[in-house]
């Protein structure tokens, strides 16, 4: 599925995958899912993608070649394509301060590590969404940016840790670092929305509050751990106000700003209690710059961004990825929707059903 420039449709092409040069795998794709970036990349609303752009950041798939010098991977391997790398050595991993590795990081060319491609149609060269292309049947990947998992994991579960729900279940482990008892508040229900959720609860949080202006959200929320829901339509009060109006008037301990829309970010600290409050900006937003409400920092609450909810993809993810095994949150909840990847475009119109969650293309 390639987008040939910001704003146009999305287009199926054959496309040339070259194989992979020292240190990359060429991967197999079995399935991807859509996560609210891949949508942001294709309206090029943001200024790091380029065109043409190979499409899709979320996605699990078998390894079929493997370059020079690979050691690590092997021809039948089921893999899932990160977008930051964990090297263990520079100063980010070493001091656990940040997960964004110095050495492998994000990286915004829409190329691999030695700039070039290894996707290209029609004589055109194919950037990276970030990373990697994970809309295509094949697509080449720096070993640095993979991690291995069990086989026998579900492959459309693979495919939702490997970004959206990670980030959200990261960011209330890693990022914020949740306290048991305490209470939180998520601002949109989606994957990664739902994420948070369930990382609150597994740190022990006694009031999870969850906001969405879907009310088929609700029995979503509940299903991962929330315990109250709030649907802003239903009032002509303010988010952060009602948020506050079920946690004694004070507000609550931390939230969550999942959907990147501007004004709930001012929302999601103004939620949070005055002194001591944290908000955790982790959805990707459409605008580059967004107005904000200066006084509900100054008052002491503090405001951090993050970028797959600070998990270590070697460290973290495999996590993770045994926690999915045991069933211990229920991804098939997120299950929505399914299509083949020449349906691609009808995927969008899915997007628009109050019930759809995540959509899985399958190859």
């Known amino acids: 599925a390639v987008c040939w420039g910001a704003g146009e449709a999305v287009k199926l092409e054959e496309i040339q995958v070259d194989p992979?040069?020292?240190?990359?795998?060429?991967?197999?794709?079995?399935c991807a899912s859509i996560c609210h970036s891949d949508i942001t990349s294709i309206q090029g609303l943001l200024p790091y993608f380029h065109y043409p752009l190979a499409l899709g950041h979320e996605g699990v798939g078998v390894v079929e070649t493997v370059g020079d010098g690979v050691t690590n991977f092997k021809e039948g391997d089921m893999?899932?394509?990160?977008?930051i790398g964990e090297c263990k050595e520079c100063e980010h991993c070493n001091s656990g301060k940040s997960n964004m590795c110095l050495t492998y990081p994000m990286r915004f060319t829409g190329l691999m590590p030695d700039n070039t491609s290894r996707m290209s149609c029609r004589g055109n060269t194919l950037y990276y969404c970030?990373?990697?292309?994970t809309w295509s049947e094949y697509t080449v990947i720096d070993v640095n940016y993979l991690v291995k998992v069990d086989p026998s994991m579900n492959p459309a579960h693979a495919s939702f840790?490997?970004?959206?729900?990670?980030?959200?279940?990261?960011?209330?482990?890693?990022?914020?670092?949740v306290e048991s008892g305490s209470s939180v508040a998520v601002f949109g229900l989606g994957a990664v929305g739902l994420g948070a959720i369930s990382g609150a609860k597994m740190m022990?949080?006694?009031k999870i509050i969850g906001i969405d202006t879907n009310e088929m959200k609700r029995e979503k929320g509940e299903a991962f751990g929330m315990t109250h829901f709030i649907n802003p339509n239903d009032s002509e009060k303010s988010p952060s106000t009602l948020v506050k109006g079920l946690s004694n008037g004070f507000g609550v301990d931390c939230s969550f700003e999942c959907t990147g829309v501007g004004p709930l970010l001012t929302e999601s600290?103004?939620?949070?209690?005055?002194g001591s409050g944290k908000a955790i900006s982790i959805g990707a937003g459409n605008e580059v710059t967004i107005p904000f409400g200066h006084a509900s920092l100054l008052f002491g609450r503090t405001l951090k961004g993050?970028?797959?909810g600070g998990l270590k993809p070697i460290s973290d993810l495999s996590i993770m990825a045994d926690k999915c095994q045991k069933?211990?949150?229920?991804?098939e909840e997120l299950h929505t929707h399914e299509v083949q990847l020449e349906d691609i475009n009808k995927a969008f119109e899915m997007l628009k059903q109050p019930s759809c969650v995540k959509i899985v293309i399958k190859m």
């Open 306 to 308: 993050s970028i797959f």
């Open 161 to 177: 840790i490997s970004c959206g729900f990670s980030t959200g279940y990261g960011a209330a482990w890693k990022e914020a670092r």
């Open 327 to 331: 069933q211990e949150f229920p991804l």
């Open 130 to 133: 970030l990373t990697f292309g």
């Open 204 to 206: 022990g949080a006694s």
């Open 269 to 274: 600290l103004e939620a949070t209690k005055l």
């Open 20 to 30: 992979p040069k020292a240190n990359e795998v060429r991967v197999k794709m079995l």
């Open 79 to 83: 893999v899932i394509p990160t977008y």
